[in-house]
């Protein structure tokens, strides 16, 4: 800002002072935390219907169903890591999208919470179960794998496993848990990079003095 010193007409230059809008006080904003979480859960169930649509057809197509299917499971648990990845991605971008303008480290605390809130409702679905469509498909899923138990129409008998059955599924249990670990911290950082993404910058005012 410039003004003229009439006594002795010397123009004085102020420097404009820039301060920043105050952020919000309450840095946790559930309303856009839900709004993700809901996002983020749809994208999840469609991108995992879908992949779970191809690796049945790819089996059904097959001439070797019983062959390709661990290797198209391997697959489907791959492709289904991504989509846990970019459902939360977008789940991430649409709470710090629907909290206005934030600042960087609260965008990221938010796609932090995001993320906790998603694990935690997730589980809970899992542990009571899902119903709709994908409900059915677990059902589906769980015949599929009574008829593969089937040989020439008679069950399997359900014998105490051996020592090395159960070493198998004890490293099997061991190695689904790491993952687990691994997908979850991946997918912490998914979210904290999509709210991060769609953080807007608080506005700034001008104040002359």
């Known amino acids: 800002m410039s003004y003229v010193n009439r006594p002795t007409g010397e ?3 102020e420097p404009v002072a820039v301060a920043p809008v105050v952020d919000y006080h309450d840095r946790v904003r559930w309303g856009p ?26 089996i059904e197509a097959s ?18 890591t991504i989509a846990l990845l970019i459902s939360l991605f977008t789940g991430g971008w649409v709470t710090t999208r629907a909290c206005g303008p934030i600042n960087r ?13 998603t694990l935690a409702v997730s589980s809970w679905l899992l542990a009571s179960g899902v119903t709709g469509a994908f409900g059915v498909a677990a059902s ?6 009574n008829q593969l138990q089937q ?8 014998t105490t496993p051996t020592a090395q059955q159960a070493r198998e599924i ?12 691994f997908g979850s911290l991946l997918g912490l950082i998914a979210a904290m990079i999509g709210a991060a993404v769609g953080a807007r910058s608080p506005r700034t005012q001008a104040n002359y003095g």
């Open 151 to 158: 040989q020439g129409g008679v069950n399997v008998p359900q």
């Open 63 to 80: 001439g070797r169903p019983r062959t390709i299917t661990p290797n198209v499971a391997a697959n489907v648990g791959i492709w289904s």
């Open 105 to 117: 480290n609260t965008a990221l605390l938010n796609g932090a919470i995001l993320w906790a809130t």
């Open 140 to 145: 589906n899923a769980g015949e599929v794998i």
């Open 33 to 58: 935390i839900i709004s993700g979480l809901l996002v983020a859960i749809a994208t999840q169930l469609i991108l995992s219907a879908i992949i779970a649509a191809l690796g049945a057809g790819s």
């Open 11 to 13: 123009v004085i230059n």
């Open 170 to 181: 004890a490293a099997n249990l061991r190695s689904g848990l790491w993952w687990f670990v």
